[in-house]
C-alpha cells in the first residue's frame, strides 16, 4: 500500500461505491462540472450491483455484466474511484475522514452511503469432538459458513460450490436474501433447506398465502423449508460446518450456510462523532445529517416512510438510489427534497413472479374496519393479488402471477390517490389505468401526462 | 424530444397500434410472416385499455425523471440524456422485474419467450414515427416534439 | 318463427391465408357481422348481417377482407326486380314504411352526365389559372336593381344600399344536416372546414349546439317546421337564416327523430325534453301561402336586425318555377332548391325514389322564369341534391346557380361509404349515429382536413375549368349556358334546359 498519500483534499467526498454513492456523484456531476469528486470503497471491485450478486451466483451472469453504470463511468464524469479504501475514522471539525491506510480524505462536502452490514443472530458453534459449544467463534471464519451481501462473498461461495461439488445448502433466514440466495441455488441444481424464525417466507412483505404458495413450489423442487424455527448450534470439524442443530433440537447436515438474517445500518466509522444515529443515520428530506456539510443516502439512513409517517430505514436498490440523487442535488446547490418512500420487493422463485409493495400484510394486526383487504385468487391460474385499503387509499399490495402493470398501484399508493370508488375493481387482473379517477388518470394519459 | 400524446376522446379500441407494434418488434418486419410462420408471442410494447366506449392506447410515457430507470438493478434500463428516449437493453436485463415494480403508467411487459427481459416501447427510434402512431387511424396517438429544458 | 325471407345482399369473402385473427374486423363492425372464435382461434363472419359499409375491409392491416355484392339472387326479371321482391318480403314481414337513408340510387337520368362544358380555342384565348388571377368568389344576397355610383372628391363611391349578404371563396357551401341525424363530430367537422376556407356550413333544424357556437361567423341556422332550437340568440348567431319548407329526398313529408335519440345533449340543443319523440310536421303550420311565407320572412329579418340574408329552402317539384317565383317576390335573399336526389338520413324509400324533380331541370326552369319576371337579381340561387364533383358545380353555375350546396359529397370525404344505412343509429363511420362508441370515430380535426382538401381541390378545378373556357372570373359564367351542351338528350329536355346540343355552334 502506499503509504506516501497521506492529504487529500476533495470537494465532494463520498463513502460507498453503489447505488446511493454513485446517483450522489452522478447529479454533483451534472450541476458541478468542474468540482472534485471522489468516492472510497473498501471493496476491489469498480463498481457492481448488489441486487445482481445472486444472479451471478446462479451463472446468469458473468463479472463483466455485473456492473450497473459502463466501466468508463469515472473517467467521463471525472470522479476518481479509490478502491480498497476503507474509511475508518471521520473528523468533523477538521473535515477529514481516516482511511485503512493511513490517508486523510479532506472534503467540503461529505456523503455517507455505506450501506449496511449483514445481521449475525447470536449462534453457539460446537467443534464435532467437543462437548461444550460457545458463542465466541466468528461465523464467517467457519469453512463453508457465508454471509451473502458483497460480491466477494458471492465470488467465494461459488469457489466454495465448485471446489467442494457442492449439492445442497442451507439458507438461515427466509427474508429478501434469502430467498434470492435460495433461488439462486435451485437454478444451480442445488437442495435448499430454508431455516426461517417466523411462520412463513419474507415475512416482512408476504403473507400466508403468498408465502404458500412459494413454499410448496420450493418443496415440489425437492427443497425443504423450515419455519418457526432457527439454528441453536453450527456443528463444526476441522473448522468447517458439518451440520445445524435446530431450536426443535432436529439435526441436518450440512455443508453451505448462507446466514441471510437481514441488513443492519453500517455505522461503525461514525460512532465517535456528533452525527445522530438511531439504527440508522438520522437525517432530513435534504438528506442533510445533523452535523452540516456531512449528509447521507441509501442502506445506512433512516429516511421516512410515507404509509407510517415514521422514520425508517428503507434498503432497497430505488430508494438508495433516490436518496443518493436528492443529496447529491443538495450537495451541488440544488435544492431537493426526498419526500419518502416505501418498502417494496419484486422476486421470482422458480418462475414464479412476486411484488409487494408497501404494508403488504399490515390487516394482520388492524381490525377489518380499519384495513380492508380486496382479494382475487385463481389457484389453477397461480394468480394471487390482494390489494391493502386503509382510508380509501391503498398502502399495500402483493401480486403473484400476475404482476404485470403492478407500478399503477407504486403510483397509488406514492401519490396517495382516494379509491374510494374503485374498491369493486381494485383487485381485479384488468384493473389498469382506465379505472382511474379521471384526474389522475387525465394526468397521466392527456397532455401533461408526461411526467410523473 | 420527441413524445407520443394519447388524445383518449378519440381512440377507437381498434388496436391496430398494438398489431403494429408487435409487428415492428418482430423478425420479418412482415405483418403476415410476423403473425403466421414466427412469433405468435411477439409482445405488443403499447396496450390499449378498454372499457365500454372509453378506450386509449398508452405506452412508455419516457418520463423525464424516470423511475424505472432509477428502480432497474442491472443499468439495463437508461434515459438517453439526447432524445430523452427510455431504452430496456435486452442484453442486460435479469429480469429482475423492479422497473415492473415502479412505472405508474404499468406500460412494462415480461418477455419471457425471447430470454427473460423487460419489454417496453423504444418509441421506434430508427423510424421517424413511432408505428403506433403512424397507423392509428383515427390520429389519437400523435408524436409531438418538446422543447429540450436541459438546454 | 316463421323463416325470414330476407335474403343477404353483401358477401363477405375472407383471405383465410392472409386473416391474422387480429380482431379489428371484430371490434369495428357495428352490425356484428365478425366474431372471433376461441376455439379455433379464427375469425369467422356472417354475411347476412352485412350492409355493405366497407369498414372492416378499409381497417383490415392485411388486406384479408373483400364485401363483395351478392351475386344472381333471384331469376332474372325485367318487371320484378330484386328490389321490389326483396321489399314486399320486408314488408310482408315487418308491415312497415320501408326507410331508406341517403339519396335515391334509381338509374334516372343524371343531367349532369348529359352536358358537356366548353373550352376556348383560336377564336379567344384560355387563361392559365396558376398564372393568372382568376376570382371565384361568391356572394349570396339579392342585388339592386341597378347600381348608382357618385364621384366624391374625384373619388367613384357606390351609392345604392347593398342589403346584408353572404362572402364566399368559393361557390361551394356545406348543406343542411341537423345534429341529431349526423354526430357532433360531423357538425364540428363541417363547421371548422367551412370557417377555415371562408364558406359556410348549414345547422339544420336541430338547432345549434353550444361546442358550434363559436362558428357563428360561418353559420346558416335553419329554421324548420319542428322550430327546434330556435330562438333569439340562435337566429342572431349566424351569418344567415335559412326558412326549409322541404328536402328533395321528401318532398312533402316531415322528419321524426325517434325519442330515445334524443340524448341529453340533442334534447338541449333542440330545446326539447329528453327522450321526447322530435316530430317535424310536414308543413309549417304558419304558412299557407306565399303571403305566410313573406310575414315569416319579415320576421325573422326584424329578428335579426336586417343584418342577415334570409333565404328559403325548398324541394325540387313540377311546380318549382312559379314558387320560386313567389318565393323571391316574398323577400328571400336567396332560393335553395333541393332536387330529387337530394341526400337525406332517414326517408321512406317510396317517397324518396318516387317525389319531386332533378334539380338539373328544376334550376333551368327556375333561373328562366325569374330572368323572364325580370326578378332574378332580386335572389340567389343555390343548388343542391347530389353535386357530385366539381365540374358539376360549373354545369350548375352556368346553368343559372350563384353557388351550390354539398351534403352527401361532404360526408363521403368524412369517410361515407354510401351504405344507406343512416336511419338504423349504427353508421360505422361515426357520422349519422350518436353511438358515443362510434362518434369517436370521426375525428373532427381529420373531419376538417379531408373537407377543406376537398373543397380546395374542386376549387382549384373549378378555376381549371373556368381558365380553359377563357373565363377570368366565375361571374362571367353564370347563366351562360352558351357554355353548355347536351348529349344524348331530346329537344324537350334541351329546351328545358336552355341548353344547345353538342354539334351546334353560338
Ligand atoms: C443479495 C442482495 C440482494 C438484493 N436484492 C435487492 C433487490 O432485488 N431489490 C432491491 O431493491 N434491493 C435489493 N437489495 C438491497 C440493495 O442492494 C440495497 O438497498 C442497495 O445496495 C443499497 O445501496 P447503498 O448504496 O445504500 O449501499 P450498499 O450497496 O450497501 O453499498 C455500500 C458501499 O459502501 C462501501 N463501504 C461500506 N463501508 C465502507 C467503509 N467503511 N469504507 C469505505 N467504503 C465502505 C461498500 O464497499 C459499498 O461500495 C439486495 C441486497 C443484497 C445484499
Ligand atoms: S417505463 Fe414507465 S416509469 Fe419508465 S419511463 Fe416509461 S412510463 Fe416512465
Ligand atoms: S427487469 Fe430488467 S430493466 Fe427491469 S429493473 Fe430488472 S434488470 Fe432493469
Ligand atoms: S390504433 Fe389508435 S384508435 Fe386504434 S386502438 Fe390504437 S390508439 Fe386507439
Redesign the pocket.
Known amino acids: 500500500m502506499n503509504t506516501e498519500i497521506k492529504n487529500i483534499k476533495k470537494d465532494y467526498l463520498i ?8 446517483s450522489a456523484a452522478e447529479s454533483i456531476r451534472k450541476n458541478d462540472k468542474k468540482a472534485s469528486i471522489a468516492i ?4 476491489k471491485y469498480p463498481n457492481y ?3 445482481l ?2 444472479y451471478y451466483l446462479a451463472g446468469k451472469l458473468d463479472l463483466d455484466r455485473i456492473n450497473f453504470k459502463d466501466r468508463d463511468f469515472y473517467k467521463k464524469n471525472n470522479i476518481e474511484l479509490c478502491l480498497e ?4 475514522m471521520l473528523n468533523p471539525q477538521e473535515r477529514f475522514v481516516l ?1 485503512g491506510d493511513g490517508s486523510k480524505y479532506f472534503y467540503k462536502k461529505l456523503l455517507i ?5 449483514p445481521a449475525i443472530p447470536p449462534i453457539k458453534v460446537r467443534d464435532e469432538n467437543e462437548s461444550v459449544s460457545s458463542l465466541d467463534r466468528e461465523i464467517g471464519k467457519i469453512r463453508g459458513a457465508f454471509t ?3 460480491l466477494e462473498d458471492a465470488v467465494e461461495i461459488k469457489k466454495y460450490i465448485n471446489d467442494y461439488s457442492i449439492k445442497s445448502a442451507s439458507i438461515l433466514g427466509g427474508g ?2 434469502g430467498l ?2 435460495a433461488e439462486a441455488f435451485l437454478e444451480l441444481g442445488i437442495n435448499i433447506n430454508v431455516i426461517e424464525l417466523s411462520e412463513m417466507l419474507l415475512s416482512a412483505s408476504f403473507d400466508k398465502t403468498a408465502s404458500g404458495i412459494i413454499e410448496d413450489r420450493i418443496k415440489q423442487a425437492g427443497s425443504n423449508i423450515i419455519t418457526g424455527q432457527t439454528i441453536e448450534e453450527i456443528i463444526i470439524n476441522n473448522g468447517a460446518v458439518l451440520g445445524l442443530k435446530l431450536t426443535n433440537g432436529n439435526k441436518i447436515k450440512c455443508s453451505l450456510l448462507i446466514v441471510a438474517a437481514g ?1 443492519l445500518p ?1 455505522d ?2 461514525f460512532k465517535d462523532t456528533a452525527i445522530k444515529t438511531d439504527k440508522g443515520i438520522i437525517v432530513n428530506e435534504k438528506m442533510q445529517t445533523s452535523i452540516p456539510d456531512i449528509y447521507a ?4 439512513v433512516k429516511s421516512y416512510d410515507i404509509l407510517s409517517g415514521q422514520p425508517k430505514n428503507l ?6 438510489v433516490r436518496q ?1 440523487s436528492v443529496a447529491g442535488m443538495n450537495m451541488s446547490g440544488r435544492p431537493a427534497i426526498y419526500k419518502g418512500g416505501f418498502l ?4 421470482e422463485i422458480l418462475g414464479v413472479p412476486v411484488i409487494s409493495l408497501g404494508l403488504s400484510n399490515a390487516e394482520i394486526n388492524a381490525s377489518p374496519a380499519e384495513i380492508k383487504v380486496y382479494i382475487v385468487h385463481d389457484a389453477l391460474k397461480k394468480i394471487y393479488r390482494k390489494i391493502l385499503v386503509r382510508n380509501d387509499r391503498i398502502i399495500g399490495v402483493i401480486l403473484l402471477g400476475a404482476i404485470e402493470r403492478a407500478g399503477i398501484y407504486y403510483g397509488l399508493i406514492y401519490n396517495s390517490i382516494d379509491i374510494s370508488e374503485l374498491k369493486d375493481k381494485v383487485a381485479r387482473e384488468d384493473f389498469g389505468i382506465i379505472q382511474l379517477p379521471a384526474d389522475y388518470r387525465k394526468h397521466l394519459v392527456v397532455g401533461e401526462g408526461i411526467e410523473v | 424530444m420527441k413524445r407520443i400524446f394519447i388524445d383518449e376522446k378519440y381512440c377507437i379500441g381498434c388496436r391496430l397500434c398494438e398489431i403494429y407494434c408487435q409487428v415492428k418488434h418482430s423478425k420479418s418486419k412482415k405483418i403476415l410472416k410476423a403473425f403466421r410462420e414466427g412469433q405468435p408471442d411477439i409482445l405488443s410494447r403499447v396496450l390499449v385499455e378498454e372499457i365500454g366506449h372509453d378506450s386509449f392506447a398508452i405506452q412508455c410515457r419516457h418520463c423525464d425523471d424516470a423511475p424505472c430507470v432509477s ?1 432497474c ?1 442491472s443499468g439495463a434500463m437508461t434515459k438517453n440524456e439526447k432524445t430523452g428516449v427510455v431504452v430496456c437493453d435486452q442484453e442486460k436485463c435479469v429480469g ?1 422485474w ?1 422497473c415492473i415494480m415502479v412505472c405508474p403508467y404499468g406500460v412494462i411487459k415480461r418477455d419471457i419467450s425471447s430470454g427473460k427481459a423487460a419489454s417496453k416501447c423504444d418509441l421506434c427510434v430508427d423510424e421517424e414515427v413511432p408505428v403506433c402512431v403512424k397507423n392509428c387511424p383515427n390520429e389519437a396517438l400523435k408524436i409531438v416534439q418538446f422543447p429540450d429544458e436541459e438546454k | 318463427m316463421a323463416l325470414e325471407l330476407n335474403q343477404s345482399e353483401f358477401t363477405v369473402e375472407r383471405d383465410l391465408d392472409k386473416c391474422i385473427a387480429c380482431e379489428v374486423c371484430v371490434r369495428q363492425c357495428s352490425n356484428d357481422v365478425h366474431e372471433f372464435d376461441a376455439d379455433d382461434k379464427t375469425v369467422l363472419s356472417e354475411s347476412s348481417k352485412c350492409v355493405g359499409c366497407h369498414r372492416c375491409e378499409e381497417l383490415c392491416p392485411t388486406g384479408a377482407i373483400t364485401i363483395k355484392k351478392k351475386a344472381a339472387e333471384f331469376k332474372e326479371n325485367s318487371n320484378w326486380q330484386a328490389a321490389h321482391i326483396k321489399n314486399i318480403y320486408k314488408q310482408a314481414e315487418s308491415g312497415g314504411v320501408i326507410l331508406t337513408g341517403m339519396g335515391s340510387d334509381k338509374p334516372h337520368t343524371v343531367y349532369w352526365d348529359h352536358i358537356l362544358f366548353n373550352a376556348a380555342q383560336v377564336t379567344n384565348p384560355s387563361i392559365d389559372p396558376l398564372r393568372e388571377p382568376m376570382e371565384i368568389k361568391t356572394f349570396i344576397c339579392g342585388k339592386p336593381e341597378n347600381l348608382k355610383i357618385e364621384k366624391q372628391n374625384g373619388q367613384f363611391k357606390l351609392k345604392s344600399k347593398m342589403g346584408p349578404y353572404l362572402e364566399l371563396l368559393t361557390p361551394i357551401l356545406f348543406s343542411a344536416m341537423s345534429y341529431g341525424s349526423i354526430s357532433l363530430n360531423a357538425c364540428k367537422s363541417l363547421a371548422a372546414a367551412a370557417a377555415e376556407y371562408g364558406t359556410f356550413y348549414n345547422t339544420g333544424e336541430g338547432g345549434m349546439h353550444k361546442d358550434l357556437a363559436r362558428y357563428a361567423k360561418n353559420t346558416i341556422v335553419q329554421v324548420a317546421s319542428g322550430r327546434f332550437g330556435v330562438d333569439r340568440d340562435y337566429l342572431r348567431n349566424s351569418a344567415a337564416v335559412e326558412i326549409k319548407i322541404g328536402q328533395g329526398a321528401k318532398p312533402g313529408i316531415g322528419g321524426h327523430l325517434p325519442g330515445e335519440k334524443v340524448t341529453e345533449d340533442i334534447s338541449g340543443t333542440r330545446m326539447i325534453p329528453q327522450g321526447s319523440d322530435a316530430i317535424s310536421p310536414a308543413p309549417h303550420h304558419d304558412i299557407y301561402s306565399i303571403e305566410d311565407l313573406a310575414q315569416l320572412i319579415d320576421a325573422l329579418k326584424e329578428a335579426t336586425d336586417y343584418e342577415k340574408p334570409v333565404g328559403v329552402k325548398v324541394s325540387a317539384v313540377h311546380n318549382i318555377a312559379p314558387i320560386a317565383s313567389g318565393i323571391v317576390r316574398a323577400g328571400a335573399d336567396y332560393i335553395a332548391i333541393d332536387g330529387f336526389r337530394g341526400g337525406t338520413g332517414a326517408a321512406p324509400q317510396s317517397i324518396r325514389d318516387n317525389v319531386g324533380i332533378p334539380v338539373e331541370l328544376a334550376l333551368a326552369a327556375v333561373d328562366t322564369r325569374l330572368r323572364q319576371e325580370g326578378i332574378r337579381h332580386r335572389a340567389a340561387i343555390i343548388v343542391a341534391g347530389s353535386i357530385r364533383s366539381s365540374s358539376d358545380v360549373v354545369k350548375a353555375i352556368a346553368l343559372g346557380a350563384d353557388a351550390v350546396y354539398i351534403a352527401t359529397a361532404a360526408l363521403i370525404a368524412l369517410g361515407c361509404h354510401l351504405c344507406q344505412k343512416c336511419y338504423t343509429g349504427k353508421c360505422n363511420w361515426g357520422i349519422a349515429t350518436q353511438d358515443p362508441y362510434l362518434t369517436k370515430r370521426l375525428n373532427p380535426e381529420i373531419g376538417t382536413r379531408r373537407l377543406h382538401s376537398l373543397l380546395r381541390a374542386w376549387s382549384l378545378e373549378i378555376k381549371e375549368m373556368l381558365g380553359g373556357a377563357g373565363i377570368n372570373a366565375i361571374e362571367s359564367l353564370r347563366g351562360n349556358r352558351e357554355h353548355l351542351r347536351g348529349i344524348n338528350l331530346n329537344d324537350r329536355e334541351l329546351s328545358i334546359l336552355g341548353i344547345k346540343h353538342a354539334g351546334e355552334a353560338w
Open positions: 463513502i460507498g461505491n453503489s447505488a446511493a454513492g454513485i472510497l470503497t473498501m471493496e450491483s448488489k441486487p450478486i445472486t479504501k476503507k474509511a475508518v482511511t452511503a455505506c450501506g449496511a452490514k451473502l451481501t458483497t429478501l436474501i434470492k440466495a441488513v453500517d461503525a466509522i443516502a441509501g442502506d445506512a434498503a432497497i436498490w430505488p430508494a438508495a443518493g417494496m420487493n419484486s422476486v | 428502480a438493478i429482475c423492479s
